[in-house]
């Protein structure tokens, strides 16, 4: 069983930022797959379903991005998750809006959400699928970056991002993340 995981932030202020790109992914698989994500336990929202044949989780912990980790550590308690079987899905400003990166494992660079992830598993050996948003423009500091509202020029880009993350998913979970970051990196 996968646990799959997006990371965002749950009030209804955040849905149209660029952090919720982890949120975003899981709802585009939870369509696609028709798994309802509406059971209110481990601090998250989580529906269970098959994805290409496995059983997952797919989780959008409702902690705020800087407690993300706490809703996957009493998931992963729960349901007796092995750390290969889980995947976290997040926004990143290193990586070009429309693109995506996905490792094996590592740390949790500046990302608060990865850093409380690592922190709460006690573990860097995870996989995960990092959705590019960029860096601000000009003047634009680094919170309003992340949390203020998409331009409209700008959703068509995050949006392609987040389906390739929802394919990246859906091949690591197919062929393995070898064959996955050879397509999709």
Same mark, same amino acid.
């Given at each position: ?33 028709? /798994? =309802?994500?509406?059971?209110? &336990?481990?601090?998250?929202?989580? #529906?269970? +379903?098959?994805?290409? @044949?496995? %059983? ?38 290193? /990586? =070009?809006?429309?693109?995506? &990166?996905?490792?094996?494992?590592? #740390?949790? +660079?500046?990302?608060? @959400?990865? %850093? ?39 959703? =068509? ?29």
């Amino acid at each position: 069983m996968y646990l799959i995981v997006g990371l965002g932030n749950p009030e209804k202020d955040y849905s149209n930022t660029r952090h919720n790109m982890g949120f975003h992914t899981i709802n585009k698989l939870a369509k696609q797959y028709e /798994i =309802e994500v509406i059971k209110n &336990k481990f601090k998250g929202l989580y #529906g269970n +379903g098959v994805v290409e @044949g496995e %059983k997952v989780i797919l989780l959008k912990p409702q902690t705020f991005m800087n407690l993300s980790g706490e809703s996957i550590k009493e998931m992963i308690k729960f349901y007796k998750i092995q750390e290969d079987q889980l995947i976290v899905i997040y926004d990143d400003i290193d /990586i =070009e809006p429309g693109s995506i &990166k996905i490792r094996k494992a590592g #740390g949790p +660079g500046t990302h608060n @959400g990865m %850093k409380s992830v690592v922190h709460e598993l006690n573990t860097q050996n995870f996989k995960r699928v990092r959705v590019g948003i960029g860096m601000p423009e000009g003047n634009q500091n680094l919170i309003e970056h992340v949390i203020g509202a998409i331009p409209e020029e700008e959703k =068509e880009k995050l949006d392609r991002g987040t389906n390739l993350a929802k394919e990246a998913v859906i091949e690591i979970i197919k062929n393995g993340i070898d064959i996955a970051m050879n397509k999709y990196n």
